[in-house]
Nanobody, 129 residues
Framework: EIQLVQSGGGSVQTGDSLRLSCQGF????????IGWFRRAPYQTREGVAC????????YYHPSVGARFTFSIDDARNTVYLEINNLRPEDTAEYFCAIDPDVQTAAHLCALGGDGVDDWGEGTLVSVSS
């Protein structure tokens, strides 16, 4: 059974940093494209950082600039999203997800998670000014 177990998140101040974790069980990330998605209040879900199955360069949503960093630890079967210089507009629930078919990072993020079957449980990030 595939499981994605998330940790990290919380309530922080503008300018703070956070690292979100997503550990996989029952599979290895090697066989999947991997994405971090977020859903802000009253907004549609968007892909913020993705890595393609072909292991191209990570793709980042233009709105996050260089503040987000996607990384993967194969030994721990864990992916991370480091978020620096947090802003109130980063407030959202963040999810990790995997897809066995999507090949590229940009495509996975552009899908916004549509058609993706395997998700972490989500973690809330709340940024106050």
């Amino acid at each position: 059974e595939i499981q994605l177990v998330q940790s990290g998140g919380g309530s922080v101040q503008t300018g703070d940093s956070l690292r979100l974790s997503c550990q996989g069980f029952g599979f290895t990330f090697d066989d999947y494209s991997i994405g971090w998605f977020r859903r802000a209040p009253y907004q549609t879900r968007e892909g913020v950082a993705c890595l393609g199955k072909i292991r191209d360069q990570p793709y980042y949503h233009p709105s996050v600039g260089a503040r987000f960093t996607f990384s993967i630890d194969d030994a721990r079967n864990t992916v991370y999203l480091e978020i620096n210089n947090l802003r109130p507009e980063d407030t959202a629930e963040y999810f990790c997800a995997i897809d066995p078919d999507v090949q590229t990072a940009a495509h996975l993020c552009a899908l916004g998670g549509d058609g993706v079957d395997d998700w972490g449980e989500g973690t809330l990030v709340s940024v106050s000014s």
